[in-house]
């Protein structure tokens, strides 16, 4: 059973830049059929989809943060990464990682979450 | 502003049936299947329907999901007290920009 573990700094300072890694276990991040995804939620907000990637190296991203937000893939290491740069206090949120099915188009895994702080 | 469009919340009594209204438009909702996702207090999402109408397995029948034009529903019959939480509705855009939206979700009180 696919498992998802989000990792990195819970706190950032203002205008520096958000990483964060989503480790993927029990299955292989190069199988067809999925893309990995980032998925963010402010506190006492609704869900934010951040953007995805295939293992290929395809991205899409959120029209609203596709200047500021980069998604990479280590099939190696089973990983896939979030970057966000110019971080402000408005990013200050919760953030899962998870599986899109493509034949479906649903979320049907995710990560228990890391709430990241922008604060100086 | 959501792009998908759910009342912020919606309350019941146990037994009851409720149901949740998402709005969306033709580029999402009117040429996509509907998802929805329950999100237990402190807790990450799940998956709860997927194309419009299926469960995953695991999911009780009390749950069922509708599409009409592009307006999408999810029903819960039987409520219970371990239904209490929010729910959020997604799909796929195609419009100008291609992308996953969500609803602003629906805090489901159970009274």
């Known amino acids: 059973q696919v498992q998802l573990q989000e990792s990195g700094p819970g706190l950032v300072k203002p205008s520096q830049t958000l990483s964060l890694t989503c480790t993927v276990s029990?299955?292989?991040?190069?199988?067809?059929?999925?893309?990995w995804s980032w998925i963010r939620q402010q506190p006492g907000k609704g869900l934010e989809w951040i953007g995805y990637?295939?293992?290929?190296?395809?991205?899409y991203y959120n029209p609203s943060l596709q200047s500021l937000v980069s998604i990479s893939v280590d099939t190696s290491k089973t990983q896939f990464s979030l970057r966000l740069n110019s971080v402000t206090a408005a990013d200050t949120a919760v953030y899962y990682c998870?599986?899109?099915?493509?034949?479906?188009?649903?979320?049907?895994?995710w990560g228990q979450g890391t709430t990241v702080t922008v604060s100086s | 502003q959501s792009v998908l469009i759910q009342p912020p919340s919606a309350s019941g009594t146990p037994g009851q049936r409720i149901t949740i209204s998402c709005s969306g438009s033709t580029s999402n909702i009117g040429s996509n299947t509907v998802n929805w996702y329950q999100q237990l207090p402190g807790r990450a999402p799940q998956l709860l329907i997927y194309?419009?109408?299926q469960r995953p397995s695991g999911v009780p029948d009390r749950f069922s999901g509708s599409k009409s034009g592009t307006s999408a529903s999810l029903a819960i019959s039987g409520l219970q007290s371990e239904d209490e939480a929010d729910y959020y509705c997604s799909a796929w855009d195609d419009g100008l920009n291609v992308y996953v939206v969500f609803g602003g979700g629906t805090k489901l009180t159970v009274l």
């Open positions: 029990g299955g292989s991040i190069n199988s067809g059929g999925y893309y």
């Open positions: 194309s419009t109408d």
């Open positions: 990637i295939y293992f290929s190296g395809s991205t």
């Open positions: 998870a599986r899109f099915n493509m034949v479906h188009q649903h979320l049907d895994v």
